[in-house]
């Protein structure tokens, strides 16, 4: 049980070598929507962005 721990700690905790690769194509395929999306529509990522800025704002004011 305790070599097999250390092994996977070894390989990073993949069980395959496949599970990083697939992960960083999602990231780049996420990446290239929101890239999309703010060349599209710069005014309402803008806004979006102030939005959610200023709710994070308020919420870190509440609990800390």
């Not at 700690?9 to 395959?16: F, I, R, V």
């Not at 999309?36 to 959610?52: C, H, K, N, S, T």
Request: no cysteine; glycine share 10%; net charge positive.
């Amino acid at each position: 049980m305790m070599e097999e721990r250390s092994k996977s700690e070894m390989n990073g905790g993949q069980l395959n070598g496949h599970a990083m690769p697939k992960v960083m194509r999602q990231v780049k395929r996420a990446d290239d929507k929101l890239v999309a999306f703010v060349e599209e529509r710069p005014i309402v990522a803008l806004g979006v962005a102030v939005a959610l800025g200023y709710m994070v704002g308020r919420l870190m004011t509440r609990l800390g």
